[in-house]
C-alpha cells in the first residue's frame, strides 16, 4: 500500500486500500454534503497509515480544501496545547475577529500576550478553537489532519475531542491516524473508526513488484510469510534483501533494517538474560506449541521466563500456545541473537523433538555451519515423506537446504533439480528458476543441465517472456529428444503452454518438428497436450481419442499430467472434463497444508467455469487466482485473472468497473508478444462496450480480436475465433457487417472442418447475424442451435436464442419467437446477466408476451456473492468438506452460509439448488 520510495505522489502507489480510500473519499465528500465530519483511521505500525494520510491531504487540494496538519510527537508529548499550536498556525492571524473572551483564552493559550495575564479559562479556550475553525471554513473548507494521535498532548487531545463533536453541518472535515493499540481514549468511542489491516496476499505481491529491486524466488515467499502484509515491512525487507544482507533461502528468518527492529522489538534490549533466551527458543522452534519449548528448556521455568516478554506486549501466553505479537518479532528476536546462541536453541529442539524426524532435520539443519552429509540425507528424506503428503512446497525447501548441506556436486545438482521440480508444482515461478539457474555449474550431466534448463523455461512462462521460455524448453525438448525422450516430451508439454500463450503459429510448427523427433513412448498427457495446441481444429474425434486413452493412462495425482489434461480438455471444448480434471488438481493441492498454491491450475479452472456458466465459482476462482499469481510473482495468470474478472463483471452489467478493472491492469503493459491475453483483453472492452450500448467502440474493440490485413487473421489462432458471433453481433449495430463478413469468411477458411460442437453453433450464429439472404440466415440460426450438446455453454446457448427471437419476431413470426426468448430469459436470469435479460424481457414483450415471473431471479438476487459461490458448487454435488477446501473456507462455515441460502431460496434440501438457481 506504501510508497515506494519514488517522488510520485502518494495516490501513485497505493495498493490493496481500496476500501479505505473510500471511507476516506467520504469523509472529504461530507465538507459539502451529508455523513460524518470525522473519521479515526487505525493501524499497526507501518500499515500505511501516513500514506492514507497524505492521500486524503493530496485529495482535499485538489477539492480546494485548506488542509491544516499536526503530527504527534513523543518529544512534544509534555508541552501544553504543542500540537493544537501546530496545527492551527496557519490560522492565527484571524485572532482578532473572535470575540474579546475567546481571543483572550487563545492569545494566553500560545504565549501571543505580552503582558501574561490570567490563566486561559478552558471553556472559553474550546469554544475559541472551534470558532477559529468554523470561520475559516465559512471562507474556505477545511481538512483538520492529525497523524500520530497517540503522541498529542493531553490538552490538544481534549480540545479536538471538544471541536469534533462541533463539526457537523460545518464546512470542516477530521481526520486522524493512530497505532491501533494507542487510540486516546477522548476518541476511542464517539467517532468512526477505520481500520488499515494487513494487505491481502495479491496486494502485497503487487507492491513487492512495485519496488527498486523486487525480491525473487524462496526469498519473495519469505518476504510475503515474514512481513505477514505489513507495508513497511514488505518495503523494508525487500531492501535488506535487495542489497544482500543474508541469505534468505537457507537463513530461518530474513534481516531486519534497523527502522523494523525499532518498530517491532524496541522492548528487546531491556528484557533480562533468561527472556531472551526463552524468546530465542520460541523464535527458533517454528511453532507456538508452549510444550515445545519447554521440552528443549533443560528443566528452567520457560514460563516465568516470558512473563516480561508478555508485560512488554511481545507475545502472549493463552492455551498452550506462544503468540507472538508480529512475525517480525520472531526475526527481531533471531537476529540478535549470534550464531552459537541460536545453533544451541536448535540443537536443544532438535533434542527433545526426537519422535519427529522432519522437525529434529530442520533444527538439525538450522544448527549446522558447513556441510553435512546425515544431517543433508535427513531432510532428503524429509522432503520424500513431504512430497508423498502433496507438500510440494516444503519439500522444495527441504531439498534446497539439503542442497546446500551436501558437498559431492553431483548429488547438490540432483538436489537442485528434486527441488526446483518440487517448487513447480507448489506454484512458485520465481523460485523455481532460481534453484535451476544454479544447477548448470555443478554437473556436466547433460540431462541434469537440460531438467534445470527446462525449470527455467517453465518459470520464464509465467511471466510475459513467452519468447525467452520457448527458447529454453523447446531446445530441451530437440536435444532430449533421443537422449531422454521421457524428458523431451514433458519439455514438450511446457513448451506448449508458452506457445499458446504467445500465439504465434510459428511455434505451433515447432511443436509438431520436435515432436516427430521424440519416440511415441512415455508421457501421452504432454503428447496430447503439445499436439492440441499445435492443430486445436485439427482431427477432432483422433484428438477425442488421444485425450481419453492419455486420462486412462495417467496417474490420477501426478500434477503435471492433470494440469496437461486438463488444458487440452479446454482447448478442444470438453468444458466439463476440463472442470472434473482442474477440480481433482485444485483438490489435490489443498489437501495437503503443506503443498503450496498453483496459480495456473486455478486460473484455468476458473475460464472453465465461465464458459460452463458457473459463474460465482468463476468469479471465486479468479479471485483465488490473483492473489496466488501476485503473491509469486506470476505476471501471465496475475493479468489473465483480472481480464476474466473484468469479463464477468460486464456479463453482469458492470461496465464501467469492467473497463477500468481491464484498463488499469494493462497499464503499461506490452502484450504484443502475449496474444493470448490480447485477445481477450480487447473482448472485455469490447463486451463492457456492447453493455454501455457504445456499439460502435464495442465493434472496434472486438474487431481488434482479429488482424486487419486484407485477409484478415486471428490474434490469437484460437481464442480469437470464439469471438467472431459477438464481433458479428456489434457489427450489425454499428454498420459494419461487410467488413465483419470479410473477418468471418478469412476465419471460416481457417478452421476448416474440425470444429467442436461450440464452436461450430459461434460460427453459425456469426453467419446468421451478417447474412443477406432471410432463406440462408435462417438456416444457419437453425443449424447453431441444431446440436443439444450447446447446452454446456449456456450463455452463448441463450445470446443466439436471443438473436433469432429478435429475428423471427422482426419478420413477423412472434410465436415462433416466444419460446426462444422465454429460455433466452431463464438463462440470463440464472446467470445474472442483467444487460440480456433485460433486453430479452424487452423483446418478449414487443413478441406480445407476458414476462413470465416465475423466472425473476429476486430470491436468487438476496444471496451474498459467497452465498451464491456455495450454493453454486452444492447444486453441483459437492460435499460441505469439498467446498470448503476449494473455497479457503471451513465446512462449519460453509454450513452456516447453506443454512441461510436455503430460506432465501425458498427451499429445504440440497437436492433442490440446482432447480432454485436455474429457475
Known sequence: MVHTGGNGSAASAIFGRAAELARIDGLLGAVRGDGAHVLVLTGEPGAGKSTLVEWAAEQGAARGLQTLRVR??????????????????????????????????????????????????????????????????????????????????????????????????????????????????????????????PLGRGDAGLLLNAQPVPPTGRARSQVLQEAAGNPLALIELSRAVARGTGRPGAAQTLP????????????????????????????????????????????SDVVAALLPAEEAGLLRLEGGQVVLRHPLVRSAVYQAASFAERRAAHLALADAAGAEPDRRAWHLAAGTAGQDAEVADALAETAERARARGGYAAAAAALERAAELTSDPELHAQRLVAASRAAMLAGHPQWA???????????????????????????????????????????????????????????????????????????????????????????PAARVWSETTARPFGDRPQALWQLHRARTLASPDSLADLGFLGATAWVLDETDEAVRILCHATDLLRRAGTAGSNATFTQALALAHAEAGSWGAAQAAAENAYWMAAEAGADNVTLGSLILQATLGAFRGDHQGACARVQEALCGVDLRNSRSLRARYHYALGMAKVVEGDHESAYVELRNTFTHDYRPDPVHYHASLYYLADLAAAAVRAGQTDDARAVLAAARRALGDGLSPRLHAVAERAAALVEESDEAAERHFRAALADPAGDRWPFERALTRLDFGEWLRRHRRSAEARGLLIAALETFRRLDARPWTERAAAELRAAGAAVPQGAEPAAKAELTPQELQIAELAAQGLTNRDIASRLYLSPRTVGYHLHKVFPKLGIKSRAQLRDALSG
Open 72 to 197: 504527534g510527537s513523543e518529544a512534544e508529548r509534555e508541552l501544553a496545547l504543542a500540537g493544537l499550536h501546530q496545527l492551527l498556525r496557519p490560522l492565527l492571524g484571524g485572532l482578532d475577529d473572535l470575540p474579546e473572551r475567546q481571543r483572550a483564552a487563545l492569545r494566553c493559550a500560545f504565549g501571543l500576550d505580552p503582558e501574561g495575564g490570567a490563566p486561559a479559562d478552558p471553556l472559553h479556550l474550546c469554544v475559541g478553537v472551534t470558532t477559529l475553525i468554523t470561520e475559516a471554513a465559512a471562507r474556505q473548507p477545511l481538512l483538520l489532519v492529525v497523524d500520530d494521535l497517540q503522541w498529542l498532548d493531553l490538552g490538544s487531545l481534549d480540545i479536538l475531542a471538544f471541536v469534533a463533536r462541533r463539526l457537523d453541518g460545518e464546512a470542516a472535515v477530521m481526520l486522524l491516524a493512530a497505532r491501533e493499540a494507542g487510540v486516546p481514549g477522548r476518541f476511542d468511542r464517539d467517532f468512526p473508526h477505520l481500520v488499515a489491516g
Open 256 to 299: 531486519l533494517t534497523r527502522r523494523l527492529e525499532d518498530l517491532f522489538a524496541a522492548e528487546l534490549p531491556g528484557l533480562p538474560p533468561e527472556s531472551r533466551a526463552a524468546l530465542l527458543l520460541v523464535a527458533a522452534a517454528g511453532t507456538s506449541r508452549l510444550a515445545d519449548i519447554v521440552n528443549a528448556s533443560a528443566g
Open 433 to 523: 528458476g532460481d534453484l535451476a539457474s544454479r544447477i548448470g555449474g555443478l554437473t556436466a550431466d547433460p540431462v541434469a543441465r537440460a531438467e534445470g534448463e527446462l525449470m527455467r523455461g517453465w518459470a520464464l512462462g509465467l511471466t510475459l517472456r513467452h519468447q525467452d521460455a520457448l527458447a529454453a524448453s523447446l531446445h530441451v525438448a530437440e536435444s532430449m529428444a533421443g537422449l531422454a525422450p521421457p524428458l523431451g516430451v514433458g519439455a514438450l508439454g511446457t513448451a506448449a503452454t508458452s506457445a499458446y500463450n504467445a500465439g504465434d503459429p510459428f511455434y505451433g510448427n515447432e511443436l509438431l518438428r520436435i515432436g516427430r523427433l521424440i519416440p511415441q513412448e512415455g508421457d
